[in-house]
């Protein structure tokens, strides 16, 4: 089955400029998309189809993808976005699948 | 603006069954795929499935197979996923989420209900 690997924390200083990776065979191929998650809320959209961001989700959020590597970068990190992160493609198959999540520590 | 509101949390025996509810508002229901996700306290996200209010049609992860059903009620723009055979590792919160994209493979979760806590104890 289809893999999506996280680092399962990541730290960065306010102000400073977070990446989160996910890696997956051959993921540039496909479209991978990034959700936060805050403590005891439902995930939030926040890039889709590698790169795009939806209405209200602030222009420090951005994504690329290529190779086996999608990466979600927040610049100008703030207190706020201190949340855990996924990733998520589609197989082969067409079924959906979830990196196991990086939480962002900001300090 | 789009709307998933989920049943309220449930206490569930081992064994028992459980059917968690997914009430959709502002827009089409049958216009966009319905998928149900779980988490374990301090786990990631898991995919159950996913079914198509328009057809009914329906599709399930493996590991679910043989004792899970999703269905939905147009006429209340609800969609459905229950459970049986529950055991304690069944214990997470359990979400709805809807799907959406024009590209095929590119699609994302647009949409997440509230998530329902479903604990299984006896």
């Known amino acids: 089955s289809y893999e999506l690997t996280q680092p399962p924390s990541v730290s960065v200083s306010p102000g400073q400029t977070a990446s989160i990776t996910c890696s997956g065979d051959?993921?540039?191929?496909?479209?991978a998309s990034w959700y936060q998650q805050s403590p005891g809320q439902s995930p939030v959209l926040v890039i889709y189809?590698?790169?795009k961001r939806p209405s209200g989700i602030p222009e420090r959020f951005s994504g690329s993808n290529s190779g086996n590597t999608a990466t979600l970068t927040i610049s100008g990190t703030q207190a706020m976005d201190e949340a855990d992160y996924y990733c998520?493609?589609?197989?082969?198959?067409?079924?959906?699948?979830f990196g196991g999540g990086t939480k962002l520590t900001v300090l | 603006q789009v709307q998933l509101v989920q049943s309220g949390a449930e206490v569930k025996m081992p064994g028992a069954s459980v059917k968690v509810s997914c009430k959709a508002s502002?827009?089409?229901?049958?216009?966009?795929?319905i998928h149900w996700v779980r988490q374990a306290t301090g786990q990631g996200l898991e995919c159950m499935g996913w079914?198509?209010?328009?057809?009914?049609?329906?599709g399930y992860a493996q590991k679910f197979q043989g004792r899970i059903t999703m269905t939905r009620n147009t006429s209340i723009s609800t969609a459905s996923m229950e459970l049986s055979s529950l055991r304690s590792e069944d214990t997470a919160v359990y979400y709805c989420?809807?799907?959406?994209?024009?590209?095929?493979?590119?699609?994302?979760?647009?949409?997440w209900g509230q998530g329902t806590l479903i604990t299984v104890s006896s």
């Open positions: 998520q493609a589609w197989d082969s198959r067409s079924h959906v699948v």
């Open positions: 051959k993921l540039g191929d496909k479209y």
């Open positions: 189809q590698d790169g």
């Open positions: 502002g827009y089409t229901f049958t216009s966009y795929d």
């Open positions: 079914i198509n209010p328009n057809s009914g049609n329906t």
């Open positions: 989420a809807r799907v959406t994209g024009s590209i095929a493979a590119a699609e994302y979760f647009d949409s």
